[in-house]
């Protein structure tokens, strides 16, 4: 599953590894790479990602 997040003026993309029902985001922030780990329902997955400020919500389907 990848995830498109907002960096440095710019998408780039999030590679997600899936385990069982949890998946961990790979995420930039504060010039390091942090794990984001989003609980599963079903097929979709929610990350909270930081933007312009605030948080959003990424929906992410696994295919």
């Known amino acids: 599953t990848t995830v498109k997040g ?3 003026g710019h998408h780039e ?6 385990s069982g029902d949890t998946t961990t985001v790979k995420g930039w922030r504060n010039g390091h790479n ?3 780990t ?3 329902s079903g ?3 929610t ?4 933007r312009d400020g605030h948080n959003e919500n ?3 389907k696994r295919s």
Do not use: I, L, M
């Not at 990350?47 to 930081?50: A, L, N, P």
């Open 47 to 50: 990350v909270k990602g930081w």
């Open 58 to 60: 990424y929906t992410v």
């Open 13 to 18: 993309d999030y590679t997600v590894k899936q």
């Open 6 to 8: 907002w960096r440095n």
């Open 38 to 40: 989003v609980k599963q």
């Open 34 to 36: 942090e794990g984001y």
């Open 43 to 45: 097929d979709t997955t």
